[in-house]
């Protein structure tokens, strides 16, 4: 019985490999379309990490809050690279799939590891890119952390890559410049190579183009895909989560509203008329969100740094904010003390100059420089010195 199995699936596996007579299916086109897809990961890996370790901070990792842009850079390249690995990742599996069907499955310790590491990368890639697409779009239709999830899988990715490119190292070396074509053969693999790989390459750059229109306002009115458009929105300005989404419309519109600033035992109530009142400060600073839209606003209210010494706080002390909102995940955000001291960090009261709609966080939001939009906390209810 087994061995009649083994004949079958070996006829089987030969039969298929029948069918794959394109020249694309060459080593040659995997080397083409591999380079490209892991420039692409490389550079979402990159940028992912600078994104998860902003907002997990290590202790020993500086904060930046210089260049002001420099997240809204980071975080468009990560979801415009991301974007692009689909039909990157689409194409190479294609180029490779007969392989799916080589017989024997495998011959020996080395092709079981390269196998299982093929297998453990498809796996995760497609997880990564898929639940990635679909955090863009705002939708977290699973029960799990996605950026916990998301920061693991990259690194099992990049894992099985380097196993990858280290058992294929030869081949690749092999493959790595094209051959001169001698015969016609030769140079009609050539042509159609260079039509497919232009093709996926075109593929790639009409996806870009036309979603990060999100984030390069000159790009807006070929923006497709993207969920949200530059200057949409009440003041202006996309929305991420509503105050209705927050439930938060009666506690932010309560006129008895005070921002409450503590250090230790001390305590002081702001009310937003005695907010008004104080010096009020105009930055121009990006939202930036990771879901990868972004746009310029021009900020207006009360620095931070003076709140924080009115309370008798010091420059070596970082702090948190809370909103209003009582249950998620943006109820509370840290403030590291680079924030809190930078003179572009507002709580701001206005933006494009009018007051905050309450979709934007009225009566008063955090707005600091190089900050992930996620923690750009709307509607806060305190700032604490901690
Ligand atoms: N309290 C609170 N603050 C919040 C959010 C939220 O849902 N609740 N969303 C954050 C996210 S993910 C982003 S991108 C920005 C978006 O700000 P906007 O909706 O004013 O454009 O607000 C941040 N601040
Ligand atoms: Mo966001």
Partial sequence: MRRLLGWFLRKLFGWMQGLFTSTLHSPRTAVVVGRLLGLAFVTCFATGLYSHFLQDPLPWLPVLTRPTWLYRLSQGTHVATGVACIPLLLAKLWTVYPKLFSWPVVTGIKSAVERASIALFVASSVLELGTGLVNDYKWYPWPFSFRQVHFWLAWIIIGSLVIHIGVKLPLIHAHWRATRPTTTADRDALTSRRGFVGAVIAAAAVLTVTSVGQSVPALGPVDLFAPRRPGDGPNALPVNRTAAEAKIHAAA?????TLKVSNGGL??????AGLRAMPQTEVVLPIACVEGWSQNARWAGVRVRELLTMVGADSS??????????SGAYTVAPVPREYAWDELTLIALNVNGAPLDVEHGYPARLIAPNRPGVLQTKWLSSLEVI
């Fill in 317 to 326: 002390q970082s702090a948190e904010v809370r909103s209003l909102e009582v």
């Fill in 267 to 272: 305590t002081r109530s702001f009310t937003l």
């Fill in 253 to 257: 519109l309560d006129p008895g509203w």
